[in-house]
């Protein structure tokens, strides 16, 4: 359950822009596809141009998420270790920021917070991924690669009531 909706992008609840590039650039690239599959099947008149170019367009669309996605599932991938094997420590949330630019279906405007957190007497910041619920708590648990303190994390489920 929470591996699945971590290790890979969740649909419903993004976690960066970069996710919801990701899906956006698929959906197009399948619906490119698709016209030009139903194109050749069924003759759809075009003013201008031939349907292979709707072909072309879901390709290059294809090729421009692709390392999107890669990209997306390495950061996926990287949450999940210092879910699984990271270094627990206390957070402090710093800063809330809301995203009124960014919207998702009927998710609306996500938060983030920047959390403040102490090891071995250095001090670092974190910021969260998208949080598409409000978060309540001041404190977060942050987790840490203890090889680079600096790559962290932040429980989201830590921010809640």
């Known amino acids: ?11 419903r609840r993004p ?5 919801i590039v990701t899906i956006v650039l698929d959906a197009l690239a399948v619906f490119f596809m698709l016209i030009f599959g139903v194109g ?12 292979w170019m709707l072909g072309v367009t879901g390709l290059l669309l294809l090729f421009a998420a692709m ?3 890669l990209i997306a599932q390495f950061q996926g991938r990287r949450r999940e270790w210092l879910r699984c ?7 402090q949330v ?4 809301r995203h009124p630019s960014v919207s998702y279906g009927n998710q609306r405007h996500p938060w983030t ?12 910041t974190v910021r969260s991924t998208f949080l598409w619920d409000k978060p309540e708590k001041q404190t977060a648990r942050v987790y840490l690669d203890q090889q680079r303190p600096a790559q962290a994390w932040v429980d989201p489920r830590s921010l809640e009531h």
């Open 40 to 51: 050749y099947v069924i003759a759809i008149p075009m003013r201008s141009g031939e349907p």
């Open 67 to 69: 390392p999107c996605t």
């Open 94 to 97: 710093v800063r809330v920021t």
């Open 85 to 91: 094997s990271g270094f627990p420590v206390q957070g």
């Open 113 to 124: 917070v920047l959390c403040e957190y102490h090891y071995e007497g250095q001090t670092y």
């Open 15 to 19: 976690a960066s822009r970069l996710e």
């Open 1 to 11: 359950m929470y591996l699945h909706t971590h290790y890979f992008m969740n649909l």
